[in-house]
């Protein structure tokens, strides 16, 4: 299988690249990059990856549906949604790791991405690819957003449920600088990153509507969610703690019986045993998402802690299998499932 890859030079790009090389369906990569884009050598554009022979070329739709026999986009939003708009009208099989089919109202992903949104049309061909649930995919495959993934898997179990207060949902999430993208700021400097917590988009995160849309698919009595962002001092992993109150007493054993009932044919979703709560280190470098529960019955809260590698399963990992399930190939092929630890 011939596919192509638009957009290597982020770092989801460049994972990806690496996923794709080591997919036994994959025969050849075929990487494109703008519509301008002088034709360039893999190696200039990620010099970590020196040994690669692999050319950039620019990007063509009809060249791109010709040559390959599906497409990753690992561009910016905004970006995607003119590039791949002929093939999704051609119905040609893309994983768009990009946030401009996520939304299916317009007015939302303009008011949080802060740019006109693709037509409405097109936005309805889109499938929303949460891998775990979301098996019914159209040609198009939108990939969720890296703190998305994590909170929605942490929440999935309880809110499909029904076993809390649909209005008591906090989220607190951290994720390390990988997730910034490689845009220059000051605030991703290492003066400011080392030996420091910085909160950043406060009520303002465009992960926010996604995380709504598909808890409200499933569960539309939630009206909101109290969701912040903190950067911390590491390259890559994102931690979710989720705070809801329970609507009946219940025990940490039932809780995590109860997920392990919701993930017992999720291969990429690990459920800790009770009093076991995860680290970044149990997943950073795998497909994986690990869950710990813990239920306080003094205050009626279940914390759930929610792990992911941001650059894997919050991004090229997950796009590898929703890659899997589009091509009708076993969800772990191609992909890893043990951690780099230590």
Not at 5 to 25: D, M, N
Not at 53 to 79: I, K, L, Q, Y
Not at 259 to 272: A, D, E, I, M
């Amino acid at each position: 299988m011939q596919v192509a890859l638009i957009g290597v030079s982020g770092y989801s790009g460049t994972v990806l690249y690496r996923l794709l090389k080591q997919h036994p369906a994959v025969d050849q990569i075929n990487l494109y990059g703008r519509v301008d884009q002088v034709v360039t050598p893999l190696a200039t554009v990620v010099p970590a990856y020196q040994k690669e022979t692999a050319m950039v070329r620019p990007f063509v739709a009809t060249t791109v549906m010709t040559e390959n026999d599906v497409a990753f986009f690992a561009t910016s939003a905004g970006v995607t949604q003119t590039l791949a708009l002929p093939l999704l009208k051609a119905d040609f099989p893309v994983i768009d790791l990009s946030g401009d089919f996520r939304l299916q109202d317009p007015a939302s992903y303009t008011r949080w991405y802060h740019r006109p949104a693709a037509e409405v049309a097109a936005l309805a061909k889109a499938s929303y690819g949460l891998a775990e649930f979301n098996h019914h995919l159209t040609a198009y495959v939108a990939n969720p957003g890296c703190y998305a993934t994590a909170t929605l898997l942490g929440l999935a179990p309880v809110v499909q449920n029904h076993l809390i207060d649909p209005t008591s949902i906090v989220v607190d999430a951290k994720s390390g600088l990988s997730g910034a993208g490689k845009k220059l700021a000051a605030t991703s400097q290492f003066t400011m990153v080392n030996d420091n917590l910085q909160l950043y988009k406060l009520n303002q995160h465009q992960h926010i509507p996604e995380i709504m849309q598909q808890l409200q698919a499933w569960w539309s009595a939630i009206p909101a969610l109290e969701f912040t962002t903190t950067l911390i001092p590491v390259t890559r992993g994102i931690m979710s703690s989720i705070y809801v109150k329970a609507a009946q007493p219940t025990t940490t054993a039932a809780l995590v019986a109860q997920y392990q009932k919701t993930y017992q044919t999720s291969p990429f979703v690990q459920v800790l045993p009770t009093g076991e709560l995860p680290t970044l280190k149990t997943v950073v470098g795998s497909n994986n998402c690990a869950l710990g529960i813990n239920y306080n019955p003094v205050t009626k809260t279940i914390l759930i802690v929610s792990v992911i590698d941001n650059l894997m399963k919050g991004a090229a990992g997950q796009a590898i299998q929703n890659f899997n399930q589009l091509m009708n190939l076993p969800q772990t092929t191609g992909l890893p499932t043990l951690p780099t630890f230590p």
